[in-house]
Nanobody, 119 residues
């Protein structure tokens, strides 16, 4: 069994910051790319940022310069530092990881954490 547990969401005013964390646990053989996605009400889930197992990162245009993704391989944890938050960043944020267990390799998802940006 593999579990991804997100934390760090909440209510923040426009211009504020939040740091999301996603801790991965379970029978992990190897962990490859990790990422953060978000889904706002009535919209499709979209990629926010990704990080490879070597540390290469990629970002959606709408967060470039404001968000930073990082990972700690020793802790099996991925982070998303979100600065200069805007109301349009309001969404449920989901952690994703490409993981190989002893039986297979596939994508795993966390349960999501709500981020609300409002005054």
């Amino acid at each position: 069994q593999v579990q991804l547990v997100e934390s760090g969401g909440g209510l923040v005013q426009p211009g504020g910051s939040l740091r999301l964390s996603c801790a991965v646990s379970g029978s992990i053989v190897s962990m490859y790319a990790m990422g953060w996605y978000r889904q706002a009400p009535g919209k499709q889930r979209e990629l926010v940022a990704g990080v490879s197992n070597s540390g290469s990162t990629n970002y959606a245009d709408f967060v470039k310069g404001r968000f930073t993704i990082s990972r700690d391989n020793a802790k099996n944890t991925v982070y998303l530092q979100m600065n200069s938050l805007k109301p349009e960043d309001t969404a449920v944020y989901y952690c994703n990881a490409d993981i190989r267990t002893y039986s297979r390799r596939r994508d795993y998802w966390g349960q999501g954490t709500q981020v609300t940006v409002s005054s």
